[in-house]
Each structure stands twice: as C-alpha cells, then as structure tokens.
C-alpha cells in the first residue's frame, strides 16, 4: 500500500466493529483469505487458529500490552511491505510509524488509533521502528523505541504524550547507555521501573559482547555453544523515565540445576522480546527463542533475577518470529501475541490475544496457539 494511503486510513482512526480477540468479524480482511465467507480461517497445514487477528485490514506485530485508566491499550510495530526479501539480519522488517489500538475489554472492539510517532519525527533515527513499549508515570505516557540511528546501530529512544494513543514527541537523542532492541518497561508495586531490552542476530546484541559496539561482532550470536548464552540486559530508569539510572546488567537464566542456560541450548536461551510481570511476589521474566519460535518463561525474587526457566508460554504460532506481552486485566491474565494469519508473509504479522492461565503452584499452562 502507497505510504500517503496508509497514512490516510490510519488518520480515519477506524474503529473496527468485532474485532476483538475472540470473533473479528465485520472487518477488512485480506482479499483470498481462507475460510472468509462462513468456513472457520484455517492454517496452511490445516489446523484451526486458537484466537483471530485483532485488526484485519493493516497488520500489526510485537503487541506490548498495556492497562491504562482502565482500558486496554496495545502498542505494536506497524508492519509494512517494503519488499525486502527475507534475511537473518530481519532487514524485511522495515517499518516507518507507530499507531496504537485500544479497546474497553477483551473481547471488545478494537480501535486503530491516527499514527502516533513516524520515524521521520524521531530525530536520531534513520529506519526500522521496530517493536516498542510504554508506560505512565505523573500525567506523562511514555513509548519508547527501538529504530536504528544514522550509522545503522540499534538504539532505543523515548517519545512523550499526555495522551495515550499520542501523537507522541520525540527526545533528540536516544537514551544514553542503550542499545539493541525490544524495550520492555516494568513498574515495580513501589514505583520503580526498570527496562528490559536486547535481543541476537539482527538485535545486534552480539555486536555488544564486550561492552562496545563491535560491527565486526557477527551476524547471529556469539557461536559459542557451551558458554553461558548472551543475555537480556535490565536498567533501572531515572524518576524522569527518560534515561537509565544505572549501567545495564545482565539478565540471568539459569537452567532447572541452577546452571546459566548455554549458548547452544536453543530451546532454552534467551533470543529476544523480553517481558517482566509480577504476580503473587514472583517476578516472571519472558522472552522469545528465536530460532526455535517458543515464548518462554523464568522466575525470580527481585527484578534484576537471576531468573531460572520454568517452561514454555506458548508452542510456535505460523510464523518465524514469536513476541509477546502479558497484562493482568480485573484479574484474569492475558497474553498478547502475533502470527502471519491473514499474510503468510514472516513481516507481515496479524496482533492477537488469548486468555492465560496460571497452576496453583505459579507455572504457566502452555498454550497451541492453533485448536488442533
Ligand atoms: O518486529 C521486528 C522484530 O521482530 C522485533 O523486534 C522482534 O522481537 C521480532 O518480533
């Protein structure tokens, strides 16, 4: 789609009748699309899909959830087709704005928000708004942003709205310190929050296993199986939320025997798209394999961990890439996710949302995100 058109229907800010997370009827969906016109959507290998995209006529990826002044609010990448072939490196991932959708409840219908921030309004930034996150503190909402700078290096910024679907403003340089991708912002019950960010191969955090940005620091991971994996990184955040109060740290994950999770474990190891909730005093720190496509989990006792892995969130969704988020919403928990329904395309994602459940003893329920 021309970027004047999409720019067009975003500022119509629509308003999409049944489009929420269990039904999706009533919308745009993809011309061609199985299974529209009565018959339930059904995956290229024949399964029936757990939960329906949220919005069916733009596609929208790396749903961070949110639960403002009682609403839910989903601040996802705007997938866009700039037709880049497929790469490790996720060169195809080339988005340029940010819109954000709202709804009342689960359920409910969906509202596509008018762009909220566009790259070309981010001073420092050249490409790539890829997946962000947001938060509130004092009468200011917070989004911030991952996108590469002028030299092609990751970073993440921060923009500013008193409202929460923007328009946002951005700060003239990224935060000082950061690096990678896939911020992930947590406020503590006592108001602290901290972010939690990286992610390999394309994340570029690799590129920063000495502390330093290395461009000849490869492509993927370090390539070094039996040492401990590359690890997400967690900073404290100033009281302006605006830059790190500290220097990142590493975010450990250790094995069931209390060993760091190695490099070669790919089942295991941190990849990207990192989440931190709190429930019952446990912190849960979640993330992406990656190159396996599990969403993941690790418990600990404090926001900085370690965290050691419990199990598996959710088995891999149509799709290369997995991402999420999690919110407690009047008291039932819920995971946000995305998958390639309506493209088939691994950059052309489709947001989603399912409810999740918990054990008594704390873990997870694993969930297939197809019925079958
Ligand atoms: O959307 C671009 C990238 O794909 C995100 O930053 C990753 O988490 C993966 O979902």
Redesign the pocket.
């Known amino acids: 789609m021309p970027r004047h058109l999409s720019t067009l229907l975003a500022a119509a800010a629509l308003t999409l009748a049944g489009g929420g997370y269990a039904i999706a009827q009533g919308t745009t969906g993809q011309a061609g699309q199985a299974g529209q016109g009565g018959s339930e959507p059904r995956s290229p290998d024949g399964k029936r899909y757990l939960a329906q995209p949220l919005v069916r006529n733009l596609y929208f990826?790396?749903p961070s959830a949110h639960v403002f002044n009682g609403k839910i609010y989903v601040y996802p990448?705007h997938?866009v087709d700039a037709g880049i072939p497929d790469d490790d490196l996720?060169n195809q991932?080339a988005?340029h704005d940010y819109q954000v959708l709202s709804m009342d409840r689960p359920g409910g219908p969906v509202t596509v928000n008018p762009v909220a921030l566009d790259v070309k309004d981010i001073p420092w930034a050249s490409k790539?708004t890829?997946?962000p996150d947001a938060a509130y503190k004092n009468g200011t909402y917070y989004l911030y942003i991952?996108a590469r700078d002028k030299q092609g290096v990751f970073r993440i910024g921060v923009a500013t709205s008193k409202s929460p679907t923007g328009p946002f403003k951005a700060e003239p340089t990224p935060i000082a310190g950061s690096y990678s991708?896939?911020p992930a912002v947590f406020t503590d019950f006592n108001g602290q929050s901290y972010m939690y960010f990286g992610?390999i191969w394309?994340?570029q955090l690799q590129r920063w296993a000495t502390g330093r940005y290395d461009p000849n620091g490869g492509d993927t991971d370090l390539k070094r199986d039996d040492q401990p994996a590359l690890s997400a990184k967690v900073a404290r955040l100033s009281p302006d939320m605006k830059s790190f109060a500290e220097a990142p740290r590493d975010v450990q994950i250790l094995d069931q025997q209390g060993k760091p999770v190695l490099g070669g474990d790919h089942d295991h190891r941190f990849f990207?798209?990192s989440w931190l909730f709190k429930r019952n005093g446990k912190y849960y720190f979640t993330y992406?394999t990656g190159d396996t496509h599990y969403l993941a989990y690790a418990i600990g006792d404090n926001p900085y961990g370690p965290f050691r892995y419990t199990g598996r969130i959710m088995e891999p969704v149509q799709g290369w890439?997995?991402?999420h988020s999690i919110i407690d919403f009047k008291g039932r928990w819920y995971l946000f996710y995305?998958d390639t329904q309506l493209s088939g395309k691994n950059h052309l994602?489709s947001a989603k949302m399912t409810e999740l459940r918990f054990n008594p003893d704390g873990t997870i329920q694993t969930i297939n995100p197809f019925k079958d």
């Open positions: 990826a790396d990448s997938d996720g991932y988005m790539q890829w997946a991952p991708i896939d992610g394309g994340g990207e798209a992406s890439t997995t991402h995305h994602r």
